[in-house]
Structures are given as structure tokens and as C-alpha cells.
């Protein structure tokens, strides 16, 4: 692997069913992040965690929730999906974030999501 | 609040040059960074800017003034594949990126 991975690519879920995205990283980053995409509004943080075993809400977090048992893996969890939840999710990983100063963020290829 | 503001949609003919404007109001300042991204892709990073003036990298420059909230990404001896929406992103206090709806170029030959 090389960068960040993300599963699956697409999925298509019914409503009030749970759905867990992937996303490792192989760069030993320290920081990770979610985010969706929707047409024609900018990138919107969910969830992101500084460093393994911490995490933090970001400006979307309700109805997501997230884990960072070790530096490799963030997975994203949608405990019940409803429609507005379709989206383009995105995870991304810094070397390092807040006090260590701005670093730059690398993309996962993103999960389309349909909740239907 | 925190707010970008960029243009929806540019259009330009290959091998001219386009200059991509953002503005920007955030919560304390830590940079801007710009980012390229492909229709169905992920974004990828451009450039990042602290400190005033002009930062440059081969076809693309990217100028920043902290005074004034203003970048603007300067992409020259356009090509084809430069067809893609190009994201402005400053870092606030807290170092989160507040992130722009992007600009959408698009290339004519």
C-alpha cells in the first residue's frame, strides 16, 4: 500500500442500517480526518483524530461516530444511515496537526455512499 | 463566522494563462493551502502560503495577502488536463482547514 486506502468504493444502503467506511494509511501519519463532499458546497470535517487513541468532532459530527485504536486505521461508522447522509466521504491524513503547526493533508480516493 | 469565497466557474483556452481568486474571513489564520481536484477524484495538493507574497512551482503560483484575506492561484501555459476545480482552504486558529466550494475550470482548445 502506498498512502491511504479507503473501503469500499461505493454503496449503495438502506435507510436505518449501519455502515462502517475504512480508511488506513501506510505513512505513519499522526493525524486523520473524515470528511463528506456535497455538489456545490466546500469539504465538511465529520470527525479527526490528532493522534492514535484520541479523536474530535468536527463541524458535521452527528449521526458518525469514529475509533483510532492505532496509527494505521480511522473508520468512520453510521449507526442508522438516513438520506441525507448520501454524500462523497473523503478520509485524509496529516504527519501532523494543531501545535506542531499546519501540515498538508493527503486524500484518500473517497466512498461514494447512497442511502436510499 | 468563517467564510470563503471563490468562483463558481472559470473558463480559459489552452495555453493562456488564468488567475483563480479567493477571499477569505476565518477564526485566527495558519496558512492557506490550494488543492486540485478531478471530477470523481480526490483532491491533491498545490501549494500552501504563511507568509505574504508569491510562492511559485513551476506552471502554478499561488500569491497571498494576510492584510487583506485574499489568494489567488495563478496557473500559466494551460493544458487540458489543468481542467479540474481548484480548492482554497485557510488553516484557522485551530488548524482545521475551512474549505471553499471550489472553483470549476474548464479549458477550451
Known amino acids: 500500500i502506498a498512502g491511504i486506502t479507503q473501503a469500499p468504493t461505493s454503496q449503495i444502503l438502506a435507510a436505518g442500517r449501519r455502515m462502517t467506511l475504512r480508511c488506513t494509511q501506510d505513512m505513519r501519519h499522526n493525524a486523520m480526518y473524515w470528511y463528506r463532499q456535497d455538489l456545490g458546497l466546500g469539504l465538511r470535517l465529520i470527525h479527526y483524530?490528532?493522534?492514535?487513541?484520541?479523536?474530535g468532532k468536527g463541524e458535521v459530527p452527528d449521526g458518525y461516530s469514529v475509533s483510532r485504536a492505532n496509527t494505521d486505521d480511522f473508520p468512520l461508522t453510521l449507526a442508522s444511515a438516513v438520506p441525507s447522509q448520501t454524500s462523497v466521504y473523503f478520509c485524509?491524513?496529516?504527519?501532523?496537526?494543531?501545535?506542531?503547526?499546519?501540515?498538508?493533508?493527503?486524500f484518500g480516493p473517497g466512498t461514494r455512499l447512497t442511502v436510499l | 463566522g468563517q467564510n470563503i469565497d471563490q468562483p463558481t466557474e472559470m473558463t480559459a483556452t489552452e495555453g493562456a494563462i488564468v488567475q483563480i481568486n479567493c477571499t477569505y474571513q476565518?477564526?485566527?489564520?495558519?496558512?492557506l493551502f490550494w488543492y486540485q481536484q478531478h471530477a470523481g477524484e480526490a483532491p491533491t495538493f498545490l501549494s500552501y502560503n504563511v507568509l505574504d507574497g508569491l510562492e511559485e512551482k513551476g506552471r502554478f503560483s499561488s500569491f497571498l495577502s494576510r492584510s487583506k484575506g485574499y489568494s489567488y492561484l495563478l496557473l500559466k501555459e494551460l493544458q487540458m488536463k489543468d481542467s479540474a476545480s481548484y480548492l482554497c482552504?485557510?488553516?484557522?486558529?485551530?488548524?482545521?482547514?475551512?474549505w471553499g466550494a471550489g472553483t470549476k475550470l474548464i479549458i477550451k482548445p
Open positions: 485524509a491524513s496529516s504527519a501532523t496537526s494543531g501545535g506542531a503547526g499546519a501540515d498538508t493533508q493527503y
Open positions: 483524530s490528532n493522534t492514535a487513541g484520541t479523536t
Open positions: 482552504a485557510p488553516m484557522d486558529s485551530n488548524y482545521q482547514l475551512i
Open positions: 476565518t477564526s485566527g489564520f495558519n496558512g
